[in-house]
């Protein structure tokens, strides 16, 4: 099976352990936001959703607005089959299947219908399979080029404006080490773009995602040329989560798994990495226990006006020495969101969110930064609003199923 792009290697892609199944909603079903919409502003959300017997499918759902509601019903939302992906980029919608390596364009009605834009681009010639042309895969780099990563061989450039795909070029060759193959950092959260320059981390881990060196590599391309201009070394393990500060440096973190690795089968601890993108200068920001009363943390975020935000793992809540399998201990309630000040080099935890699972995706809507809280077994999710101001959060709405994306539309 395949890891999902939300685990770093701890979960499994069929999400197994989710539970709860979306009502009203036909397979591909043109029903995305249903009527009743108001004005003219369109937001898109979308979750993965899988029952016990790990039949997963994707949802669509388009808003009108981001205010606190109940809960976010599924019933209106448009079904995907199988571990399909969403992303926005230039007022339009794009969905990755989860049966073929294939996008697909639409654009969203003022109804909050999707309206398909042409035939789908399949990346299936490039030797991708099914999944593989999702969007933590994906980097959109302008209107009219955007990078899917194929493993850690090579990217394949494709056109979002045209959908066609144009060209492709090399990563540079990764060896195995030590027992270990070589993995890219996931593309929607692991990699920045940033004045004509994209930055991926590359690192190793064995079959099972569990074994990693202490250690990471950062490529950075010109994103004009496609050429790589320098392939930095961090001395963190396993960055898969990237963010940018207004300063232009940038900070690689782990995903939940490296806390799990560290703790049950004593690799390297987890730590920040970060790079000054203005001479390439790599440093250690912090070691997460180091900040974090003695804990192992992940998804270091900039949230921005100087605050950074993080998951951290309370071990304590855990039975770390009972563990047979390291990912076994990370999936349940036993993360905390944290607030980090790098004046102070102070954190502190944000009591206006609750225990979660740890795998939070964090998102900027018109600037402002909004959370996508896990819930046990990523069976359902919270969205907050985040103020900057006091690192306190605002409870949006919950709906089922692991969400992982939120965006304006326009």
């Given amino acids: 099976m395949k890891k ?12 197994a352990g989710l539970l709860g199944t979306a009502s009203g909603c036909g397979s591909d079903s043109n029903d995305t936001g249903g009527g009743g919409l108001k004005g003219t502003t369109r937001f898109a959300v979308s979750s ?79 030797g991708f399979q099914p999944g593989d042309a999702a969007f933590w895969y994906n980097r959109f780099i302008s209107p009219t080029k955007a990078y ?9 450039v494709w056109n ?7 060209d492709k070029f090399n990563l540079p060759k990764m060896e195995p080490r030590d027992g270990m193959i070589p993995r890219a950092a996931f593309m929607d959260r692991g990699t920045v773009v940033h004045n ?19 250690d990471s590599k950062i490529a950075v391309f010109d994103v004009n040329t496609n050429q790589l201009i320098q392939l930095l070394s961090a001395p963190c393990p396993g960055l898969d989560v990237a963010t940018l500060d207004e300063s232009g440096n940038i900070y690689f973190s782990p995903w939940t798994g490296g806390a799990a690795v560290h703790l049950v089968l004593e690799n390297a601890a987890t730590c920040v990495a970060k790079v000054d993108t203005n001479t390439l200068k790599v440093s250690v920001e912090f070691n997460f226990k180091d900040v974090t009363e003695g804990r192992e943390g ?24 009972g563990a047979k399998k390291p990912f076994d201990i990370i999936h349940g309630l036993n993360w905390h969101i944290w607030s980090y000040d790098p004046k102070s080099h102070k954190a502190t935890e944000v009591s206006s969110i609750g225990w979660n699972s740890g795998a939070t ?50």
């Fill in 148 to 156: 899917m990563i194929h493993g850690t061989a090579e990217y394949v």
């Fill in 48 to 126: 993965t959703v899988s029952n016990n017997d790990s039949n997963a499918a994707g949802y669509v759902t388009i808003l009108d607005s981001l205010e606190p509601r109940a809960k976010l019903s599924l019933k209106n939302a448009r079904e995907f089959v199988g571990q399909s992906d969403m992303w926005t980029y230039e007022g339009a919608v794009f969905v990755a299947s989860g049966d073929e390596p294939k996008v697909t364009k639409f654009t969203v009605g003022d109804d909050g219908r999707l309206v398909q834009q042409g035939q789908a681009l399949s990346f299936a010639a490039y």
């Fill in 4 to 15: 999902l792009h939300g685990a770093g290697g701890a979960l499994s892609l069929v999400l």
């Fill in 160 to 166: 979002p404006a045209e959908m066609k795909i144009i």
């Fill in 298 to 321: 992940s998804a270091f975020y900039y949230a921005g006006k100087g605050q950074f935000v993080m998951s951290v793992f309370h071990h304590e809540k855990v039975d770390v020495a």
């Fill in 361 to 410: 995706y964090w998102t900027r809507v018109d600037g402002a930064p909004y959370a996508l809280i896990p819930g046990a077994n990523y069976a359902s999710t919270i969205v907050y609003g985040f103020n900057t101001a006091d690192s306190t959060a605002t409870k949006l709405f919950d709906t089922d199923g692991w969400m992982t994306r939120l965006f304006k539309v326009r």
């Fill in 196 to 214: 004509g320059r994209l930055y991926q981390p590359l690192y190793w881990t064995d079959e099972g995602w569990e074994r990693r060196p202490d």
